[in-house]
């Protein structure tokens, strides 16, 4: 029957070894992967406060977040890979996940709600490394995508040497495997007699994907293979029970062959051998003195001597295997002694090899770390225009909205880099940010300005307006002599009525008329004052503006007529463009300034 290998991570894989247990199939848990945490700060947990959606990759994913926050959005929509993962989402958040029936990317990326993500914030919630196949597609569907690394795998031992010995001692030949990382951790080995027993086992794998890696990288026979069908234990627990008959014939067959090949059963030559052939000549000697009398007397002493010269001949030999068995002792003492010496050099040099390979991870690690924080000079280059592009639109020109589109290609720009989710974050509240800027409608206004000058002709400008003469008094004499005062004052008015008309009005002082150049320079001067607003306006100088809207209206009311409707009409238009709210200098600040700055070192 098969023995098994268990190498999930601590804390996993116990399910499978109890049902293992029960069918009697002996196994061993040998972990040779752990999981080590990755502190996230608080601005690389920001995009998880306005996530649309949120997709963890591993049960793993959610317990190392669920260690660093203590609630999701409760806006967000969330997906796992897998039912276990779902399972874990409510257990920590106490919120419901969508897992597909096809557990693993593909069967993910397949359902309805995650085919359309236009302009939607995505968080990916995942381990460090792994397959790029969920952040592409999301990509390429519209996302704006940013990765949470909360965990990392790494390797027990630097080197898979001690595994495989504890394996071959215990004589194991099936071995389970869950991942890509935990494959490269087994076959860690530069011994190339433990990677020719490796390609003896048999590999329980997850995934075919898994299967794909291990066949193409390590040249294991795909009759070696087996994967399940999903990543729980009790998938693997099926997958590896019916391979146990045909293991088991197979040993079957093995034990029935003959172990003559072994050394040990090789038999020496011995004294029984010698003992036989001495007999042989006693007897030959007894039956020819028995037969022939004294003429055989002859051969009975030739035959002794012989014998004594075999016996002889067998002391000596006795001697040799003595001297033989001491030199045998002596080489096995300093064979044992050689041993334990290489034994002790063997652990020196692990640990030595311990130290470097960690001594020169350490540098990989930082060498790769500074890598990927420097940017390619072209790109570096394109970046920064672009910032100080839309800081000038935004502070300069006041064109927030071109100041938006720049933004947007900067984010285009930087999105497929390393570490950027600050960045990201920074340059698209900046676009909420701009977007939000009150707009002046500066064309709308400055078409009600065109129509203005265009009325200026047909405006009605001041002209003399002659008040009504007053009414004519009664001339006509009166019949009683009392009102001889009155009869001689009409009679003296009707006298000078006949040689001079004169006529009272109710205004004392009368304006002169306006000729017509007059009336040219007025008409003139009001074009002026609207024109040189509309100039105000387009160079964005409120001040200006505003000026010479009240310079126009103090022109419409001394020098027009104030009662005419199309008077009337500019003066309403000219006081509601007063009131109108109308500020170019609006400074903004932009975050994405200070984030690239720090991204770029």
């Not at 028995?290 to 035959?303: E, Q, R, S, V, Y």
């Not at 016996?311 to 002792?329: F, I, S, V």
């Amino acid at each position: 029957m098969m023995r098994i290998a268990i190498t999930r991570p601590e804390g996993k894989g116990l399910q499978l070894s109890q049902l293992l247990d029960k069918q009697g199939i002996y196994n061993v848990r040998t972990p040779v992967l752990r999981i080590e945490s990755c502190a996230l700060s608080a601005s690389q947990l920001a995009p998880l406060d306005d996530a649309d959606i949120i997709v963890f990759i591993s049960q793993d994913a959610v317990k190392q977040l669920a260690a660093q926050v203590d609630s999701l959005p409760a806006n967000a929509q969330l997906f796992t890979v897998g039912e276990q993962t779902a399972s874990a989402v409510k257990d920590c958040f106490s919120r419901s996940a969508v897992a597909p029936v096809q557990q693993d990317s593909e069967g993910l990326l397949a359902l309805p709600q995650l085919q359309h993500l236009d302009s939607k914030q995505v968080v990916l919630v995942k381990g460090r490394g792994g397959r790029t196949l969920l952040a592409k597609t999301f990509k390429q569907r519209g996302a704006i995508l940013n990765m949470c690394a909360v965990y990392q795998r790494v390797p027990e031992q630097s080197d898979s040497s001690i595994w495989l010995d504890l394996w071959r001692s215990e004589r194991i030949d099936g071995i389970v495997i869950t991942s890509n990382a935990a494959i490269d951790a087994v076959f860690n080995c530069q011994q190339s007699e433990y990677i020719d027993w490796l390609k003896s086992c048999h590999f329980f794998l997850v995934s075919q994907r898994s299967a794909s890696y291990l066949h193409d990288t390590y040249a294991i026979s795909k009759t070696r293979i087996s994967v399940a069908k999903g990543p729980d234990d009790l998938a693997i627990y099926k997958c590896i029970v019916p391979n146990q008959h045909q293991q088991g014939s197979h040993m079957s067959e093995q034990e029935k062959q003959p172990e003559a090949s072994n050394p040990e059963s090789v038999t020496q030559p011995s004294q029984p051998v010698f003992k036989q052939k001495v007999s042989k000549l006693a007897m030959l000697a007894l039956l020819v003195a028995l037969t022939g009398g004294a003429a055989t007397t002859g051969l009975i002493i030739h035959g002794q001597q012989i014998s004594d010269k075999t016996y002889a001949a067998l002391a000596q030999l006795r001697t040799d295997n003595a001297k033989l068995g001491e030199q045998l002792k002596q080489t096995q003492s300093q064979l044992a002694s050689v041993q334990a010496t290489l034994h002790g050099q063997r652990d020196v040099v692990e640990q030595q090899l311990t130290v470097h390979s960690q001594a020169i991870d350490a540098q990989l690690q930082a060498a790769l770390s500074q890598a990927k924080q420097q940017i390619s000079g072209a790109l570096s280059s394109e970046a920064l225009y672009l910032q100080r592009m839309a800081q000038f639109k935004a502070n300069a020109e006041q064109d927030f909205q071109g100041a938006s589109a720049v933004l947007q290609r900067l984010y285009e720009v930087v999105q497929n880099e390393a570490d950027n989710t600050a960045l990201l974050g920074a340059i698209a509240t900046d676009i909420a940010m701009l977007k939000a800027q009150p707009k002046p409608a500066l064309e709308d206004t400055y078409l009600k300005l065109h129509a203005m000058l265009k009325q200026v002709d047909d405006l009605a400008l001041k002209t003399l307006h002659l008040p009504e003469p007053k009414q004519t008094q009664n001339t006509e004499l009166s019949g009683d002599l009392n009102d001889f005062q009155s009869n001689l004052k009409k009679t003296w008015q009707n006298l000078v009525d006949d040689f001079i008309k004169i006529r009272t009005r109710e205004v004392a002082v009368i304006d002169p008329l306006l000729d017509s150049e007059q009336q040219q320079l007025l008409r003139a001067q009001l074009r002026s004052h609207l024109s040189q607003a509309q100039s105000a306006l387009m160079d964005k100088q409120a001040s200006i503006f505003f000026s010479a809207l009240e310079s126009a209206s103090e022109t419409l009311s001394k020098y027009y007529d104030t009662q005419h409707d199309g008077v009337q009409a500019m003066l309403e238009q000219i006081k509601q463009l007063q009131h109108m709210p109308l500020q170019f200098n609006t400074q903004v600040e932009l975050d994405s300034s200070a984030a690239l700055k720090e991204w770029l070192q």
